[in-house]
């Protein structure tokens, strides 16, 4: 299951990033492969993604569900497909730093897709979701604070290693999965 997690220091009090983050609408657009979003009420929303792996690009609708929040502090949710076997969660979580001048910004998730390709699926997926959070981050300190905040480099190296290991494993990972529907057939016959 992909996990990634992404925590920067911005230039501005709590009260000021929370007052952004609160309401997705200001930052949804921000997200990888966004396409829309719909608020049902103030703990769910049906959101619209395209995810583009080379390749290969699926539209995916997916259901947020908030299960915590915490005012001025986090915001947690669950994620769960309604066109794609997918299921996952994380939060925002924000806190002081430097005195309550600056905040420190935490973005945890996961996701993991099933079916049958899943295992492939989820190897392909770990660095661009891990890209993407980064991102998103990214692009909220922007937009609060004006700053402009370079990505670290760990996430650069780790896309490429990320991505040759998935080139390596990947073909292994398909064989398996092949291997294994044949044998389940042959031993049920």
């Not at 309401?23 to 995810?51: C, K």
């Amino acid at each position: 299951m992909p996990e990634i997690s992404y925590t920067t220091t911005m230039g501005a009090p709590r009260p000021r990033v929370w007052d952004f983050v609160r309401d997705m609408n200001n930052w949804a657009p921000f997200t990888r492969g966004y396409q829309s979003h719909e608020i049902l009420n103030e703990f769910e929303s049906l959101w619209i993604v395209r995810g583009d792996l080379g390749p290969i690009s699926r539209v995916t609708k997916v259901q947020v569900l908030i299960t915590e929040w915490i005012e001025g502090e986090r915001v947690a949710f669950t994620v769960k497909g309604i066109n794609e076997p997918l299921t996952g969660g994380g939060a925002i979580m924000l806190a002081d730093s430097h005195g309550g001048q600056r905040t420190e910004i935490r973005g945890d998730a996961t996701i993991e897709f099933g079916g049958s390709l899943g295992p492939v699926v989820n190897h392909l997926i770990a660095p661009f979701i891990e890209s993407g959070a980064d991102e998103l981050v990214v692009q909220i300190v922007e937009a609060v604070t004006g700053e402009h905040v370079e990505r670290e480099k760990r996430s650069r190296i780790g896309l490429a290693l990320a991505g040759i290991w998935s080139a390596l494993t990947v073909p292994l990972v398909v064989l398996r999965q092949l291997w294994r529907g044949i044998t389940r057939r042959g031993a049920s016959s």
